[in-house]
């Protein structure tokens, strides 16, 4: 029975061929090795969680979730995030290990979207360190991450932090809270620093005031750049969230990493549970962050235990895209041993050995292959062993 919708499949999803598979798993092998040489602890949670409790602590907004309905008739979400699982994973079942926890999890993650050619459904690698409040926390995130992506090879990329203590204090100042700050916010989320410009232009507050928040938007660089930042505002918030991003520097300088950093206090993520510093991270040439992070302190007491957070996701998909960019070449070495019956147990001894060795190899019976130019041709080592034996 053949129907016209029987290639197609939902908005977003997509397969992942063997070629690309195979280097998926090469690249989260060499992440999962520094993630656990790093003394991280992976867990997996399942891809259904209530809406009420983990979808609404996701913090991702409501038309991104992919909803479902159990039989009592609950509704639950595929999960859109993994930070807000591990906080009630955190706050139940290892609600009595000692914190600070280190927890990394490789996992797919499941966003709904408007258009074709983003992936509703992507694998994120990250890692989550609970219960822990000190800037070193902030650093050891970052240079984790620095670290994870130059095992990987990546190496034409830079990380950008913020914090979004320093971004809401100088909002409230400038214009309280509510829509206002929403605006500005999804401006800088989206990089749109006309929109912004042009935005402030029209708020009914004084011209100091505008160009206050025009003067946001040149605050990048290294730490001397905090010193033009602290002169924008007077409220102790403010002032502190500056200290903090100066003491993260200091970490980051003492992991030797500072030289892929910058400082941008514009940085704004898509999830708003953040609460300090946060980042991102970008690859040469691509437009898109490969990786993004940052301080939450208030997700996890939401699930009941009261811990302090930091924490990044790895975009598999984006970071794959950006090893392509500067052609990682990965073994795709294949060898095949091509067997006539009466040869299978000689196959079978000689592909048993080469495994051994670390090869890959595939053996076939001669007679089940169609078109046998065709096939030898998708590998790289032919072995005969048709026809006389050969002792
Ligand atoms: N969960 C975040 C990444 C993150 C992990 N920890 C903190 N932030 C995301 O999906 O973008």
Known sequence: MSSPFMFEKPLGMKDTLPLLYDRNEEVTSQIAEEVRLWGYQTLHTPALEYYDTVGAASAIHDAKLFKLMDRQGRTLVLRPDMTAPIARVVSSSLKDEPLPLRLAYNTALYRTQEHEGKPAEFEQYGV????????SADGEIMALLISAFEKTGLRHFRLAFGHIGFMNALFTEVVGSGDHVHALKQ??????YVGFKRYVRK???????????????????????LETAKELVSSPDALRALQEVQEVWNVLESYGVSSYMNIDLNVVLHIDYYTGVVFESYGKELGFPLASGGRYDELVPKFGRQASATGFGIRMDRLLEALNHIDCPLNQER??????????????????????????????????IEDLDAYTSTFTNVIQRIGGSAS
Do not use: C
């Open 128 to 135: 989550e360190l609970i219960g822990d409040q000190t800037v």
């Open 187 to 192: 401006f800088l989320f989206e990089k749109n």
């Open 203 to 225: 708020l009914p507050i004084s011209a100091l005031d505008k160009n206050r928040l025009e003067q946001l938007l040149s605050l990048r660089g290294g730490p001397d750049m």
């Open 335 to 368: 060898t095949l041993i091509l067997f006539s019956k009466e040869r299978q147990k000689e196959a079978v001894e000689e592909a048993k050995q080469l495994r051994e060795s670390g090869k890959r190899v595939v053996i076939q019976h001669v007679a089940g």
